[in-house]
């Protein structure tokens, strides 16, 4: 089983970035695939980029060319850069560490704390 302790939310104006952090802990330190999901009040939570093992990436159409997942093994953190950030973008942002690839909630097999995003116009 994998912990995962978010930090790194907050807020900034339409334009701005901020860099999500999640640090991993646990008998296995690393699964396999790791993610960030994004949440709005009374929506679905939504699959925003993954990283596998190998440091292929994938992410979410909204976030392709604005967001950049990566992983220090080193130092045992994930992180989201997410840069050109506009008021679409307010969520809480949820670290995961997934079964296998993919912008899916099932894959999921431990979630993060959650960390509050918001983008003022």
């Known amino acids: 089983q994998v912990q995962l302790a978010e930090s790194g939310g907050g807020s900034v104006e339409s334009g701005g970035s901020l860099t999500l952090s999640c640090t991993t802990s646990g008998d296995s330190v690393y699964a396999p695939n790791m993610g960030w999901f994004g949440q709005a009040p009374g929506k679905q939570r939504e699959g925003v980029a993954t990283?596998?093992?190998?440091?292929?990436?994938d992410y979410a159409d909204f976030a392709k060319g604005r967001f950049t997942i990566s992983r220090d093994a080193g130092k045992k953190t994930v992180y989201l850069k997410m840069n050109s950030l506009n008021p679409e973008d307010t969520d809480t942002y949820y670290c995961a560490a997934e079964s296998r690839c993919g912008l899916e909630t099932a894959y999921v097999e431990s979630w993060g704390q959650g960390s509050q995003v918001t983008v003022s116009s």
């Open positions: 990283i596998e093992p190998d440091g292929s990436t």
